[in-house]
Protein backbone atom coordinates (compact mmCIF):
# COMPACT_ATOMS: atom_id res chain seq x y z
CA UNK A 1 0.00 0.00 0.00
CA UNK A 2 3.00 2.34 0.49
CA UNK A 3 6.51 2.46 -0.82
CA UNK A 4 9.59 3.12 1.24
CA UNK A 5 10.14 6.43 -0.18
CA UNK A 6 6.46 7.47 0.65
CA UNK A 7 7.28 6.68 4.47
CA UNK A 8 10.28 9.18 4.56
CA UNK A 9 8.36 11.99 3.82
CA UNK A 10 6.64 12.29 6.98
CA UNK A 11 8.13 14.35 9.94
CA UNK A 12 7.47 13.89 13.78
CA UNK A 13 4.78 14.94 15.35
CA UNK A 14 3.78 16.91 18.73
CA UNK A 15 0.23 15.08 19.24
CA UNK A 16 -1.03 17.88 21.36
CA UNK A 17 -0.67 20.35 18.29
CA UNK A 18 0.28 20.36 14.86
CA UNK A 19 0.25 22.66 11.96
CA UNK A 20 -3.46 22.23 10.56
CA UNK A 21 -4.14 23.52 6.53
CA UNK A 22 -7.46 24.84 6.08
CA UNK A 23 -7.74 23.20 3.03
CA UNK A 24 -10.65 19.65 3.46
CA UNK A 25 -9.37 20.30 7.43
CA UNK A 26 -6.75 18.09 6.63
CA UNK A 27 -2.88 18.68 8.41
CA UNK A 28 -0.41 18.49 5.80
CA UNK A 29 2.68 20.00 7.77
CA UNK A 30 4.56 18.21 10.48
CA UNK A 31 6.58 19.93 12.98
CA UNK A 32 9.17 18.73 15.42
CA UNK A 33 7.81 21.29 18.22
CA UNK A 34 4.76 22.17 19.68
CA UNK A 35 2.41 24.43 18.26
CA UNK A 36 0.56 26.54 20.62
CA UNK A 37 -3.22 26.01 21.12
CA UNK A 38 -3.76 27.36 24.58
CA UNK A 39 -5.76 30.06 23.17
CA UNK A 40 -8.48 27.48 21.26
CA UNK A 41 -11.22 26.12 23.33
CA UNK A 42 -10.73 22.88 24.69
CA UNK A 43 -11.98 19.92 23.49
CA UNK A 44 -11.58 16.19 24.21
CA UNK A 45 -12.28 13.06 22.55
CA UNK A 46 -14.31 10.24 25.21
CA UNK A 47 -13.67 7.17 24.40
CA UNK A 48 -15.15 3.85 27.06
CA UNK A 49 -14.24 0.76 26.97
CA UNK A 50 -16.69 -2.04 28.24
CA UNK A 51 -14.80 -3.97 31.36
CA UNK A 52 -17.15 -6.27 32.52
CA UNK A 53 -15.74 -8.38 35.86
CA UNK A 54 -16.09 -11.63 34.66
CA UNK A 55 -15.20 -11.17 30.71
CA UNK A 56 -12.77 -8.16 30.52
CA UNK A 57 -11.01 -7.88 27.56
CA UNK A 58 -7.19 -8.78 26.26
CA UNK A 59 -5.47 -5.61 26.78
CA UNK A 60 -3.79 -5.72 23.13
CA UNK A 61 -7.27 -6.09 21.55
CA UNK A 62 -8.70 -2.87 23.98
CA UNK A 63 -5.75 -1.15 22.33
CA UNK A 64 -6.25 -1.89 18.51
CA UNK A 65 -10.21 -0.93 19.05
CA UNK A 66 -9.56 2.09 20.39
CA UNK A 67 -7.14 3.12 17.68
CA UNK A 68 -9.90 2.42 15.67
CA UNK A 69 -12.18 4.09 17.34
CA UNK A 70 -10.49 7.33 16.51
CA UNK A 71 -10.06 6.62 13.10
CA UNK A 72 -13.66 5.42 12.69
CA UNK A 73 -14.97 8.70 14.16
CA UNK A 74 -12.47 10.73 12.43
CA UNK A 75 -13.84 9.49 9.05
CA UNK A 76 -17.38 9.03 9.90
CA UNK A 77 -20.01 10.90 7.30
CA UNK A 78 -21.18 12.64 10.73
CA UNK A 79 -17.78 14.35 11.15
CA UNK A 80 -17.01 15.51 8.10
CA UNK A 81 -18.05 18.28 6.01
CA UNK A 82 -21.56 19.85 7.15
CA UNK A 83 -22.52 16.66 9.25
CA UNK A 84 -23.71 16.94 12.67
CA UNK A 85 -20.84 15.96 14.50
CA UNK A 86 -18.24 17.88 12.19
CA UNK A 87 -18.40 21.55 13.95
CA UNK A 88 -17.10 19.72 17.79
CA UNK A 89 -14.03 17.91 15.81
CA UNK A 90 -13.30 20.33 13.68
CA UNK A 91 -12.64 22.52 16.94
CA UNK A 92 -11.23 19.51 18.88
CA UNK A 93 -8.60 19.07 15.75
CA UNK A 94 -7.81 22.71 16.17
CA UNK A 95 -6.63 22.71 19.51
CA UNK A 96 -5.22 19.33 21.46
CA UNK A 97 -6.08 16.39 20.09
CA UNK A 98 -6.73 15.59 23.84
CA UNK A 99 -8.33 11.93 24.57
CA UNK A 100 -9.72 10.34 27.61
CA UNK A 101 -10.37 6.55 28.25
CA UNK A 102 -12.95 5.99 30.81
CA UNK A 103 -14.22 2.20 32.06
CA UNK A 104 -18.09 1.15 32.63
CA UNK A 105 -19.98 -2.27 32.58
CA UNK A 106 -23.22 -3.47 33.05
CA UNK A 107 -25.83 -0.87 33.30
CA UNK A 108 -23.50 1.97 33.01
CA UNK A 109 -22.24 0.74 29.94
CA UNK A 110 -26.07 0.23 28.73
CA UNK A 111 -26.43 4.54 29.67
CA UNK A 112 -23.36 5.23 27.56
CA UNK A 113 -24.60 3.12 24.70
CA UNK A 114 -27.55 5.12 24.18
CA UNK A 115 -25.49 8.72 24.04
CA UNK A 116 -24.53 9.78 20.01
CA UNK A 117 -21.48 7.86 19.02
CA UNK A 118 -20.04 4.38 17.45
CA UNK A 119 -19.45 1.07 19.19
CA UNK A 120 -16.07 -0.51 17.67
CA UNK A 121 -15.58 -4.05 18.59
CA UNK A 122 -12.72 -6.37 18.50
CA UNK A 123 -12.05 -9.97 19.29
CA UNK A 124 -12.81 -9.58 22.77
CA UNK A 125 -13.47 -5.66 23.45
CA UNK A 126 -15.91 -3.16 22.57
CA UNK A 127 -15.19 0.65 22.57
CA UNK A 128 -17.45 3.54 22.35
CA UNK A 129 -16.55 6.48 20.69
CA UNK A 130 -18.60 9.85 21.43
CA UNK A 131 -18.10 13.13 19.13
CA UNK A 132 -15.81 15.49 20.99
CA UNK A 133 -17.21 17.63 24.23
CA UNK A 134 -15.49 20.79 25.90
CA UNK A 135 -13.00 19.84 28.11
CA UNK A 136 -15.38 20.89 31.22
CA UNK A 137 -18.56 19.87 29.55
CA UNK A 138 -18.76 15.89 29.86
CA UNK A 139 -22.55 14.27 29.51
CA UNK A 140 -23.41 12.97 33.21
CA UNK A 141 -23.67 9.85 32.06
CA UNK A 142 -20.16 9.86 30.87
CA UNK A 143 -18.52 12.00 33.70
CA UNK A 144 -19.46 9.92 36.46
CA UNK A 145 -17.48 6.85 35.16
CA UNK A 146 -13.90 5.86 36.08
CA UNK A 147 -11.11 6.83 34.04
CA UNK A 148 -7.90 5.60 36.29
CA UNK A 149 -6.38 2.88 37.05
CA UNK A 150 -7.93 0.60 33.42
CA UNK A 151 -5.28 -2.25 33.88
CA UNK A 152 -5.88 -5.12 31.33
CA UNK A 153 -3.90 -8.41 30.48
CA UNK A 154 -2.60 -10.65 27.55
CA UNK A 155 -3.60 -14.17 27.99
CA UNK A 156 -1.64 -15.38 25.35
CA UNK A 157 0.88 -15.18 22.96
CA UNK A 158 0.72 -11.98 20.56
CA UNK A 159 0.25 -13.49 16.48
CA UNK A 160 2.70 -11.58 14.10
CA UNK A 161 1.81 -8.64 12.51
CA UNK A 162 -0.39 -9.50 8.77
CA UNK A 163 0.23 -7.73 5.48
CA UNK A 164 -1.77 -4.80 5.20
CA UNK A 165 -1.80 -3.68 8.87
CA UNK A 166 -0.83 -0.68 10.35
CA UNK A 167 1.61 -1.23 13.36
CA UNK A 168 1.81 1.51 16.23
CA UNK A 169 5.07 0.32 18.33
CA UNK A 170 4.47 1.15 21.85
CA UNK A 171 7.78 2.96 24.02
CA UNK A 172 9.35 -0.44 26.00
CA UNK A 173 10.63 1.94 28.39
CA UNK A 174 7.06 3.42 29.66
CA UNK A 175 4.63 1.87 32.10
CA UNK A 176 1.22 3.32 31.43
CA UNK A 177 -1.92 2.33 32.74
CA UNK A 178 -3.64 0.38 29.63
CA UNK A 179 -6.49 3.31 29.62
CA UNK A 180 -3.55 5.77 28.93
CA UNK A 181 -2.15 3.01 26.13
CA UNK A 182 -4.96 3.34 24.53
CA UNK A 183 -5.48 7.15 24.52
CA UNK A 184 -1.70 7.17 23.48
CA UNK A 185 -2.31 4.57 20.24
CA UNK A 186 -5.41 6.33 19.38
CA UNK A 187 -3.15 9.64 19.59
CA UNK A 188 -1.00 7.20 16.77
CA UNK A 189 -3.69 6.40 14.70
CA UNK A 190 -4.55 9.87 14.04
CA UNK A 191 -1.47 10.65 13.32
CA UNK A 192 -1.00 8.58 10.74
CA UNK A 193 -4.17 9.27 9.14
CA UNK A 194 -3.33 12.71 9.11
CA UNK A 195 0.12 11.66 6.92
CA UNK A 196 -1.69 9.80 4.60
CA UNK A 197 -2.62 10.62 0.69
CA UNK A 198 -6.40 10.90 0.20
CA UNK A 199 -6.02 7.93 -2.04
CA UNK A 200 -4.49 5.91 0.74
CA UNK A 201 -6.96 6.65 3.49
CA UNK A 202 -9.85 5.30 1.86
CA UNK A 203 -7.83 2.27 0.91
CA UNK A 204 -7.04 1.92 4.53
CA UNK A 205 -11.09 2.96 5.78
CA UNK A 206 -12.72 0.47 2.96
CA UNK A 207 -9.87 -2.33 4.22
CA UNK A 208 -11.62 -1.75 7.63
CA UNK A 209 -8.38 0.15 9.16
CA UNK A 210 -6.54 -2.86 9.77
CA UNK A 211 -3.73 -2.14 12.11
CA UNK A 212 -1.88 -4.07 15.12
CA UNK A 213 -0.55 -2.67 17.97
CA UNK A 214 3.19 -3.96 19.95
CA UNK A 215 5.71 -2.87 21.93
CA UNK A 216 8.97 -2.74 19.95
CA UNK A 217 12.50 -4.42 21.42
CA UNK A 218 14.29 -1.85 22.99
CA UNK A 219 17.03 -2.07 20.61
CA UNK A 220 14.94 -1.02 17.85
CA UNK A 221 13.08 1.90 20.08
CA UNK A 222 16.13 4.88 19.58
CA UNK A 223 16.00 4.19 15.85
CA UNK A 224 11.72 4.49 15.28
CA UNK A 225 11.94 7.33 17.07
CA UNK A 226 14.52 9.07 14.45
CA UNK A 227 12.89 7.25 11.42
CA UNK A 228 10.65 9.99 10.36
CA UNK A 229 7.87 8.41 11.12
CA UNK A 230 4.36 10.07 12.87
CA UNK A 231 5.37 10.49 16.85
CA UNK A 232 3.55 10.85 19.45
CA UNK A 233 5.15 12.93 22.64
CA UNK A 234 2.38 12.91 25.32
CA UNK A 235 1.36 16.15 26.93
CA UNK A 236 2.50 15.10 30.57
CA UNK A 237 -1.05 15.71 31.95
CA UNK A 238 -1.19 12.13 33.79
CA UNK A 239 0.83 9.45 34.30
CA UNK A 240 3.78 10.09 32.43
CA UNK A 241 6.28 13.05 31.91
CA UNK A 242 5.84 15.84 29.21
CA UNK A 243 7.51 15.22 25.82
CA UNK A 244 7.52 11.71 26.12
CA UNK A 245 7.49 9.79 23.34
CA UNK A 246 4.87 7.17 23.85
CA UNK A 247 4.18 5.72 20.17
CA UNK A 248 5.63 5.38 16.36
CA UNK A 249 3.19 5.05 13.89
CA UNK A 250 4.37 2.60 10.87
CA UNK A 251 2.56 2.78 7.75
CA UNK A 252 0.24 -0.63 6.31
CA UNK A 253 2.54 -2.75 4.69
CA UNK A 254 2.02 -3.42 1.32
CA UNK A 255 0.15 -6.95 0.42
CA UNK A 256 1.36 -7.63 -2.76
Known amino acids: M???AKRSLFMRAWCPGTARSAKNGVRSAWQTGRVSSNDAPQYVLPLVVRVEKTEPPERTDALETAARAV???LSDDRSLGDGEWAGAVRAWQDARIRK?????????????????????????AEVRVFPPVPLDGWPKELAKLQVSGTELDDTGELPDP?????????NPDLHMSTGKEMAQVGHGAQLLWWAMTDEDREAWRDAGFPL?????????????TTSGLPLVRDAGFTEIAPGSCTVVSDFPVRCD
Do not use: C, N, Y
Open 212 to 224: AVRTVHPDRWAEL
Open 100 to 124: VVRRARGAEWRKASQLPGITVTGAT
Open 2 to 4: FSD
Open 162 to 170: RPGQALLWL
Open 71 to 73: LVM
